[in-house]
């Protein structure tokens, strides 16, 4: 009897012109009680990211996110004694300054999904609040990025307190419009593909496919051109970073960036496999980018185990004759001697302080002092010590 009634509400519907199903995920129980096959109008990728765990307001895909960045947060909180030891021993500035970003996207990615757990999103408010969280996480991500991009081809080697400064103003600036129209596309005109009728929640939608689709596809375009860099002519104008790890990050961030593109362009054009692809992207971006940048360029740094008790920081005016100074260390050319940045090519191996010249040849091994050519090695010493070699 059962079978008989659902097949008459198929025909029925036939017979009008047209196979729309009900926006539901139930259908209405026949009065002998027998409860007909259920039509699930969700595809699992759309479920996951509103379903509830158990019987409490935890959404599962906040706490899939959580997880993974309470761990890497323990990580830190472990390493920290060690890696304050580090920091003050050495004289980076850019170190400590990506070290601190690291631990303000996990903090900030943690409080998102504290929030998340304890707000109900069914309402105006709690969803407000969820998606200003997301965009807060995303401006605090997106700024990360920016800052080693600059950091690495144009200021890596002004390791400065005021050229930092400067950088991050200006990544604060550009990530602060990113997520205003973000967060404004996400208030006024969110995109119906996330709206999910069964538990009225608008879920957050990244300003919508067309948005997302468009900013991952030039962010995209963006790391491809820093990942071929040394294979343009570009690598005999500028000294580009040398640290391999580091075009390794740039690649896996462009292949991220073509798929997000490539998932939000299917979902806009209602093709469900664009929303797995979504999801997939999403959550490596939230949980791996912060441990990304840490391995990438603080792991090698902070595992630097040599002792600095008695490490020898040359000085400018040390070991050089009136003749070298005047030739060659003018104030025109004013050498700085600090630690490098690590993904940088004029980097010494287990040195903290390098004589910072521009190199005529980026793949070159020698820094040249005035009329003084030195091997990276050489500069890393005392001048003592290196007449005593010379000797």
Excluded at 285 to 302: I, K
Excluded at 377 to 388: A, V, W
Aim: hydrophobic share 40%.
């Amino acid at each position: 009897m059962a079978e008989s009634n659902v097949s008459t509400m198929v025909l029925d519907l036939m017979d009008n012109g047209t196979t729309d199903w009900p926006n539901t995920t139930t259908t209405e129980i026949p009065s002998n009680g027998t409860i007909p096959h259920v039509i699930d109008h969700y595809h699992f990728c759309q479920w996951i990211l509103y379903r509830d765990v158990s019987q409490t307001r935890i959404r599962l895909w906040d706490l899939l996110i959580a997880l993974p960045n309470l761990c890497f947060f323990i990580f830190l909180t472990i390493k920290f004694k060690s890696t304050r030891i580090r920091l003050r021993a050495s004289t980076s500035p850019v170190m400590f300054t990506f070290y601190v970003l690291v631990c303000l996207n996990v903090t900030v990615s943690l409080i998102r999904c504290v929030l998340a757990m304890t707000v109900n999103a069914t309402t105006s408010t709690g969803s407000s609040l969820d998606i200003l969280f997301w965009i807060l996480v995303r401006f605090f991500l997106l700024s990360t990025e920016i800052s080693i991009v600059v950091f690495c081809l144009a200021f890596g080697h002004l390791d400065s307190h005021t050229s930092i400064k400067r950088v991050l103003i200006v990544t604060s600036l550009v990530s602060f419009a990113y997520s205003s129209i973000q967060g404004t596309l996400e208030l006024i005109a969110p995109d119906e593909n996330f709206y999910m009728p069964e538990s009225n929640y608008q879920l957050f939608g990244h300003g919508g496919m067309v948005f997302w689709s468009c900013t991952c596809a030039i962010i995209s375009f963006v790391y491809l051109v820093v990942t071929i860099l040394p294979w343009t002519s570009c690598r005999n104008r500028i000294i580009l970073p040398g640290k391999p790890s580091f075009y390794v990050y740039t690649f896996i961030l462009f292949l991220l960036n073509l798929v997000q593109t490539i998932g939000s362009i299917l979902y806009h054009n209602h093709q469900i496999v664009g929303i797995c692809i979504v999801d997939i992207t999403t959550y490596l971006y939230y949980t791996l980018f912060t441990p990304l940048v840490y391995w990438t360029f603080l792991a090698s740094f902070f595992s630097y185990t040599k002792s600095l008790m008695f490490s020898y920081k040359p000085q400018i005016d040390d070991g050089l004759d009136d003749n070298a100074i005047n030739s060659g260390m003018g104030p025109s050319s004013n050498p700085q001697i600090s630690h490098q940045l690590s993904c940088s090519s004029i980097r010494t191996d287990g040195s903290d302080f390098i004589y910072q010249q521009k190199l005529t040849d980026p793949t070159s091994s020698e820094v040249r002092i005035g009329d003084v050519k030195l091997s990276f090695y050489e500069s890393s010493l005392s001048p003592d010590s290196i007449q005593s070699i010379n000797s």
